[in-house]
């Protein structure tokens, strides 16, 4: 099962909960901290990579389309 970063509308928490999809789009998550499920999503970027000065290159950037974490 996935994991969401979902927030509780009622006591303004966020918490990180293991639920199938199913569960999630029908509102059937209940917030561990007071009970209620007016649960929102939380969207989070993704981390970023920068490569280092004296980081080399990938070595299989023939198979990975530079799309690594070494490609900067």
Do not use: Q, W
């Not at 059937?28 to 981390?47: H, L, N, Q």
Request: with cysteine; aromatic share 6%; net charge positive.
């Amino acid at each position: 099962m996935p994991y969401y970063d979902l927030f509780c509308k009622a006591c303004g928490k966020e918490h990180n909960i293991s639920a199938t999809m199913t569960d999630k789009s029908a509102k059937r998550i209940a917030c561990p901290e007071c009970g209620s499920r007016d649960m929102e999503t939380v969207f989070k970027s993704p981390p970023a990579f920068i490569k280092a000065k004296n980081a080399p290159d990938c070595p299989n950037r023939h198979v990975c389309g530079a799309g690594c974490r070494h490609a900067g």
